[in-house]
């Protein structure tokens, strides 16, 4: 098999090996990247048919900017505010696993099927959040995974702030998919 396929796999089925692999392997960035561009193609598709093409731009555009923003809310979360002794981390370890952390979004393209996007989304949103959970606990050598649910929990709530006063300023985009 794909190495790059099997890392994918192995992401979705939240193997913690997997999360360490890819925080020790700088070569994994583009992976990692790519990862992020295939799920937010994923969403773009399955949610075509409410946000058209526009929604399909603005998914992808908003993915690669919402995992930059999440990575780095989630490595001053963790690393500052609430690091354990063995905590050791930088802002790329976080952007490659949590990059992986996006393999479970690939099911999202199912959503185009009449009916049925309001139910991938929901599943892939509850999956992919599992999987930066496990990614998180890995990056920042966590031993609670509560701890690393805690720095994700605050890290949601500040980015969804942030989104909240950038849409307050600008406006926000008037055929955008669920992300």
């Known amino acids: 098999m794909n190495p790059f396929v099997d890392r994918m796999i192995r992401a979705a089925k939240l193997q913690p090996a997997l999360y360490r692999e890819v925080e020790a ?3 994994a960035m583009g992976q990692a990247i790519a ?10 598709i399955g949610a075509v048919a409410q946000g058209g093409m526009s929604g399909f731009v603005f998914g992808i555009v908003g993915a690669l900017v ?11 979360i963790g690393t500052k505010l609430l690091p354990q002794p063995q905590t050791q981390a930088d802002y790329g370890q976080l952007l490659r696993t949590i990059g992986f952390s996006s393999a479970p979004g690939l099911v999202r ?22 999987a930066m959970v496990v990614a998180v606990r890995e990056a920042l050598d966590y031993s609670s995974t509560l701890r690393a649910v805690g720095v994700c929990l605050i890290g949601w709530v ?12 600008f406006g926000a985009p008037q055929q955008a998919p669920a992300l």
């Open 158 to 169: 500040v980015q969804a702030l942030v989104l909240f006063l950038v849409f307050a300023m």
């Open 35 to 44: 990862v992020v561009l295939l799920a937010s193609v994923a969403a773009g």
């Open 25 to 27: 392997d700088r070569n």
């Open 66 to 76: 919402g995992w930059a923003l999440w990575a780095y809310l989630t490595y001053v």
């Open 109 to 130: 393209v199912l959503g185009i099927i009449p009916g049925l996007a309001g139910i991938v989304f929901f599943i892939a949103g509850v999956w992919m959040l599992a």
